[in-house]
């Protein structure tokens, strides 16, 4: 199992003067699920994207550590697996393009059987040539689970991953869910009452609005 | 070697979309045109010309190289770019799909402009190679720059040439300088200062451009 973890220290965020959450606290291990509910708007997303490093806190800070040391933020997307509907996929390219263009901006070599296995695993196969923009919702849903996991991160952090899926969908996420969190840390955002069901600790953001 | 990846990315991006290549071909032919039709048959000076050139390639920069930020931002793929990579790494692909552009871009003008008008005559070459060397790169490293700033703002098409403008302005006159002497045909020698001084603007840019990114691409 990998080691990897992190920690929210003091974390507050606030947008002009409408506070999104204060001091929250909290520490986050590999090999467990966790999961961040509350309300729309509460700040769900908001709190992923400052773990992703995608959002400055207003003040605290996030602490990333693998195998004992600590991550620098420039260098957290190599450890980083990200899904959310607000993630865009490049439409002008197939499937395989974007996969391919993916590894080698992060400088890692090209596993064909890798690709291979991720896209049957999602059900995109058969449909790897195809321009994004000929895709379904919930096709590109699927094809963003394959960018996050095709680097192999140690941290998957998932904003609402079941969104725009179907039945067959969702439960694959739940099984690729349970696979991954063997050896990964895994943060799910959610309010939906089955994604939160896999998970072991749960920070209700509402809590932290006081 | 991640830099030259994002590169090919955007310049394969590019190929499919047309976005910034079809913006900038038809920007240069109506600019051009539109000088030819309003001297019609009247004799410019060749250092009009020399200046109409750098005008030219000022305006056809504001009008396609700010895409390298502005099309991710309009496509919504910002994020994708800040989870693949690190903010030195998309610096440094963009500048070299602006700087690929603009060489392409200048070189397609001073083409036309050799054709085109009679009165353009480069009797130095040594010297206006250099000047378009230096000077592209000033060009392409400013706009990069630029269209990382203004792609977070609202009105992105009025506020490029206007904060391009004050950034551009002091690269623009020197060129305009060696330009002049090309034409005219004064030794490399006397061109040593303006060229130094294109170096100069070059690297101050260069720097301030890797020191301010991290923080214009964050947040």
Redesign the interface.
């Known amino acids: 199992m990998t080691n990897y973890s992190f920690i929210l220290q003091d974390l507050t965020k606030s947008f002009s003067r409408r506070l999104i959450f204060k001091n929250i606290n909290a520490e986050f291990n590999s090999g467990s699920v966790y999961g961040l509910a509350g309300s729309n708007g509460s700040g769900k997303s908001t709190l992923a994207k400052i773990i992703a490093g995608l959002l400055s806190p207003t003040s605290g800070k996030v602490i990333h550590k693998f195998e004992d040391k600590e991550v620098p933020m420039e260098k957290l997307h190599d450890h980083l697996g990200f899904v959310s509907p607000y993630l865009v996929l490049y439409d002008e390219f197939t499937a395989e393009e974007n996969l391919t263009h993916f590894l080698k901006i992060r400088g890692i070599e090209i596993d064909n059987e890798k690709i291979k296995t991720l896209l049957n695993d999602f059900s995109l196969y058969g449909r790897r040539n195809d321009l994004l923009k000929a895709y379904s919702s919930g096709m590109k849903q699927r094809m963003k689970f394959i960018f996050s996991l095709i680097h192999s991160p140690e941290l998957l952090i998932l904003d609402e991953p079941t969104s725009n899926l179907d039945i067959e969908g969702k439960d694959k996420v739940y099984e690729i869910i349970e696979r991954e969190s063997k050896n990964k840390l895994i943060v799910i955002a959610s309010n939906e009452e089955s994604d939160l069901a896999l998970c072991k600790e749960i920070i209700y953001v509402e809590e932290y609005k006081k | 070697?991640?830099a030259f990846?994002?590169f090919?990315?955007d310049w394969?991006?590019e190929l499919?979309?047309r976005y910034a290549i079809n913006a900038l071909a038809m920007f240069i032919l109506v600019t051009i045109s539109v000088i030819l039709f309003s001297i019609g048959q009247e004799n410019i000076s060749d250092h009009l010309t020399g200046g109409l050139l750098w005008v030219v390639i000022f305006f056809s920069a504001m009008s396609g190289l700010s895409r390298a930020f502005v099309s991710e931002e309009d496509?919504?793929?910002t994020?994708?770019l800040?989870?693949?990579?690190?903010?030195?790494?998309i610096f440094n692909?963009k500048l070299i799909f602006n700087v690929v552009l603009v060489y392409i871009m200048n070189i397609a003008i001073t083409i036309l402009f050799a054709f085109l008008f009679k009165s353009f005559v480069i009797q130095n070459f040594s010297i206006f190679l250099l000047a378009g060397l230096f000077g592209s790169f000033g060009i392409a490293v400013s706009s990069t720059i630029i269209a990382a700033i203004i792609s977070k703002a609202s009105a992105k098409g009025t506020l490029y040439p206007v904060l391009a403008f004050p950034i551009l302005l002091p690269l623009i006159l020197v060129l305009l300088e060696l330009t002049k002497y090309a034409i005219d045909g004064k030794p490399l020698d006397s061109a040593l200062v303006e060229l130094a001084v294109l170096v100069c603007y070059d690297v101050i840019m260069l720097t301030a451009s890797y020191l301010l990114f991290?923080f214009i691409w964050?947040?």
């Not at chain 2, 800040?82 to 790494?89: D, G, K, N, Q, R």
């Open positions: 070697m991640k990846a994002l090919k990315k394969q991006s499919r979309t496509k919504g793929t994020l994708t800040h989870l693949i990579a690190a903010p030195s790494t692909g991290d964050k947040d």
